[in-house]
Nanobody
Framework: QVQLVESGGGLVQAGGSLRLSCAAS????????LGWFRQAPGKEREFVAA???????GYADSVKGRFTISRDNAKNTVYLQMNSLKPEDTAVYYC??????????????WGQGTQVTVSS
């Protein structure tokens, strides 16, 4: 089973950009579906983006056209490029992995999270 460590969070002004990274341990990274979720204070954790083993992608409507998920199997890393950030994107962002799907079921593996704060 992989272990996940996120990085790249921080404070940014509205309209700015950030790139989150999630580094995974383990030699079976390429066999996992991967995704990003987020949780704002007082709210439930929500889906942001996913990328399958074959690099098919999916996005929440709230981030479509602004965020891009990608993976580099050679580096065991999944990325979330976030552009045109809005204050409502403020949340703790979590990386997730699952050998079946991070959308079809609750992912089996989670990172510790990284804080993203967007100021207005």
């Amino acid at each position: 089973q992989v272990q996940l460590v996120e990085s790249g969070g921080g404070l940014v002004q509205a309209g700015g950009s950030l790139r989150l990274s999630c580094a995974a341990s383990g030699r079976t990274f390429s066999s996992y579906g991967l995704g990003w979720f987020r949780q704002a204070p007082g709210k439930e954790r929500e889906f942001v983006a996913a990328i399958s083993r074959t690099s098919s992608t999916g996005y929440a409507d709230s981030v479509k056209g602004r965020f891009t998920i990608s993976r580099d199997n050679a580096k065991n890393t999944v990325y979330l490029q976030m552009n045109s950030l809005k204050p409502e994107d403020t949340a703790v962002y979590y990386c997730a992995a699952d050998q079946i799907s991070v959308i079809a079921r609750f992912p089996s593996t989670w990172g510790q999270g990284t804080q993203v704060t967007v100021s207005s």
